[in-house]
């Protein structure tokens, strides 16, 4: 655990941040493969509106899209 903090110090706030925008990207990522995996017909649209509503929750979604749709849909 001291080797990861000091790990982390030596790359300093870009590098950190830098790190954390790549692990959300590739947790982002591996939402959008579970959502093609379970929904395979789904076009584009529909699996980028299905991600943003996993991602933010359905009164945002509501909110931006006009109402919650879910998944079976």
């Given at each position: 655990m001291?080797?990861?903090i000091r790990g982390l110090r030596r790359l300093g706030?870009?590098?950190r941040a830098a790190m954390a925008f790549e692990l959300s990207?590739?947790?982002r990522q591996i939402v959008v493969?579970?959502?093609r995996h379970r929904h395979p017909a789904w076009d584009e649209t529909r699996v980028r509106h299905e991600t943003?509503?996993?991602v933010y929750g359905d009164r945002l979604y509501t909110e931006v899209f006009g109402r919650s749709r879910t998944c079976d849909e």
């Open positions: 001291a080797e990861q706030l870009a590098g990207d590739n947790l493969d579970g959502i943003f509503r996993l």
